[in-house]
């Protein structure tokens, strides 16, 4: 991130407690001292073991949950909901299954009371920068993971977001799709200009698509590490991967995460 460039998304000494799971047991902590900003078109991925609190901290962003403690803004605004400039795709596509992909990612901008040609053109639109085109008149079990997970991205994109939000996206997917994928979406993410977050538990990818690494500790989560990636090519992920760079941030998170100690998992 440049340093001029300016916030889009601040995290200010966040902290998430859930109510204790037995009667009269304290409460859990699922995450807490998260303080991180994020800069206008910055690509930042988040890595960190299972259960260590990336998902809650992801719907915190989305305004699906609140913190206990400290302030998640947008633009410099407290977030207190749903965002309309906020796109949040999981690895689980959501797609309605009785509803094609077109009126899928239509969908989201039926709430809109947008005319109906132009919620049309929106969503054709969507599609084409998703290569997703030809596909637009099947039903999600007609096309594959991968393609379900393109649509699934043309209907986050169909709102018009300047945010997105990725909790593991391909991580269903097998190795060659993800790589497809992976390649698809760092290309429409960077003609966009979006600001993204993705988490994935896949430390390749982590540095195949981002400028900025955090790394989360086991739970109560709470970032340990940042990393610069440094690699140009942010829109050509297999490129970036041949590189000794990417060797040595991947061999570094990987003793970082302390995969080397987790012979039990
Ligand atoms: N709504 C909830 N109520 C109670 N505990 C929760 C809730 N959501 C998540 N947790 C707990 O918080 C911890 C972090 O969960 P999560 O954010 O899903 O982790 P991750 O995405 O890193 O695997 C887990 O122990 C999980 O069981
Ligand atoms: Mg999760």
């Known amino acids: 991130m440049s340093p001029n460039s300016p916030n889009v998304l601040h995290l200010q000494d966040v902290a998430r407690r859930f109510p204790g799971r037995a009667a009269g047991a304290p409460p859990f902590t699922a995450v807490r ?16 073991p299972s259960g260590c609190g990336k998902s809650t901290l992801l719907n915190m962003i989305a305004g699906l949950d609140r913190p206990s403690e400290g302030t998640v803004s947008l633009h410099g605004i407290e977030v207190s909901g749903p ?16 509803r094609t992909v077109l009126h899928n990612v239509e969908f989201g901008l039926e709430a809109r009371n947008l005319p109906a040609a132009e919620r049309r053109e929106r969503a054709m639109r969507e599609l084409s920068r998703c290569r997703m085109t030809e596909f637009a008149d099947r039903y999600p079990y007609q096309i594959s993971g991968g393609q379900r997970q393109r649509a699934a991205l043309a209907r986050t994109l169909a709102i018009d977001p300047d945010v997105v939000l990725l909790d593991e996206p391909f991580s269903a997917l097998d190795a060659q799709t993800k790589l497809v994928l992976q390649k698809s979406f760092a290309g429409t993410i960077a003609m966009a200009g979006l600001t993204t977050l993705l988490i994935t538990h896949d430390l390749s990818e982590a540095v195949a698509m981002s400028d900025r690494i955090l790394v989360m500790s086991d739970g109560p989560g709470r970032i340990v590490e940042e990393i610069e990636v440094g690699l140009p090519n942010r829109d050509n992920p297999l490129e970036r991967l041949g590189t000794p760079r990417a060797t040595e941030i991947v061999k570094h998170l990987f003793h970082a995460l302390h995969i080397d100690n987790r012979l039990d998992a």
Request: hydrophobic content about 55%; glycine content about 12%; aromatic content about 12%.
């Open 33 to 48: 001292n998260l303080s991180f900003a994020v800069g206008a078109g910055e690509f930042v991925s988040i890595v960190g």
């Open 83 to 98: 965002n309309a400039s906020v796109g949040f795709m999981l690895q689980k596509d959501l797609l309605l299954p009785w």
